[in-house]
């Protein structure tokens, strides 16, 4: 889901070395000494890390996903404690279709900021993938402790719990992603799929079409509302859907399935008629 999906922990406008927290007022002039000399070098470390999170993260949104990961591997070599770095290199590892890298790089992330409710949600995320739903529920629900009000949180959540059948569950979460982004096309279908598993279709054609109102070239969405029509017996209506689906993308299987089937129905349909 492109608007329910994992976030990326954007570049910060810049960082400030944080104060070095004294014990006592009993420092030696040694110890004042090795404090003035190692603080520079780790202000520098640190803007240097800095720069190379923010080229990370430029080349990141232009599709450079090499390049982004070279950038944030620099980043992390330069200063290893970086949460936002390990993030973002765990989306991009994601993108480029690692299953293990991101989780890795998730579960770092929050051993450093344990409150962080980007990383728990990333990593629901690379859980699902890996087929643990158990374990991304989990991530999401610690996710929504941390942040009530996460949309992307709630429909993941939803995904989730479908899953693994809590149809009810989902449809929930659905239901509050949507009130917290009612413009959200992908939370509309998945609703739209949830509805449609529980054998509302009547309120699934609602959904899969509001759907399409935001956003027009959904091919899932236009091939989802042919299920819904066709579960109807609207036949017509189903072979248009399933034609436009594969308009906008040719390569789409379940379209080219829905339909065959749904022609093949017309078929015998017709010639029901006919004898």
Not at 52 to 67: P, Q, V, Y
Not at 215 to 227: C, F, Q, T
Not at 233 to 256: H, I, T, W
Request: hydrophobic letters at 35%; charged letters at 30%.
């Amino acid at each position: 889901m492109i608007c329910l999906d994992g976030r990326i922990e954007r570049p910060p406008e810049g960082e400030v070395v944080p104060a070095l927290r004294t014990q006592g007022f009993g420092w030696s002039l040694l110890a004042w000494s090795v404090l003035f000399a190692v603080a520079p070098a780790l202000a520098d470390a640190r803007d240097k890390a800095l720069k190379h999170f923010n080229r990370g993260f430029r080349l990141e949104a232009k599709g450079d996903l090499d390049g982004a990961v070279a950038e944030y591997r620099e980043a992390l070599r330069l200063r290893p404690e970086y949460p936002q770095a390990h993030n973002n290199l765990g989306n991009v590892l994601s993108g480029k279709g690692d299953l293990e890298g991101p989780i890795a790089e998730y579960r770092e992330a929050l051993r450093l900021k344990p409150e962080y409710p980007e990383a728990h949600n990333n990593l629901g995320n690379a859980l699902v993938k890996k087929g643990d739903l158990d374990g991304a529920i989990a991530e999401y629900r610690e996710t929504l402790r941390l942040e009530p009000d996460s949309f992307e949180a709630h429909g993941n959540l939803g995904v989730a719990l479908r899953g693994k059948g809590d149809l009810e569950g989902a449809i929930a979460e659905y239901r509050e992603a949507l009130r917290l982004k009612p413009d959200c096309p992908q939370a509309h279908n998945n609703l739209g799929n949830a509805l449609g598993d529980r054998g509302n279709l009547d309120e699934a054609i609602a959904e899969y079409r509001e759907a399409l109102r935001l956003k027009p070239d959904y091919a899932e969405a236009h091939n989802n509302l042919g299920v819904a029509l066709e579960g109807r017996g609207s036949l017509d209506g189903a072979v248009a859907e399933y034609r436009e689906a594969l308009r906008l993308k040719p390569d789409f299987p379940q379209g080219r399935i829905g339909l065959g089937r749904s022609l093949e129905k017309q078929r015998n349909g017709k010639a029901a008629l006919d004898q």
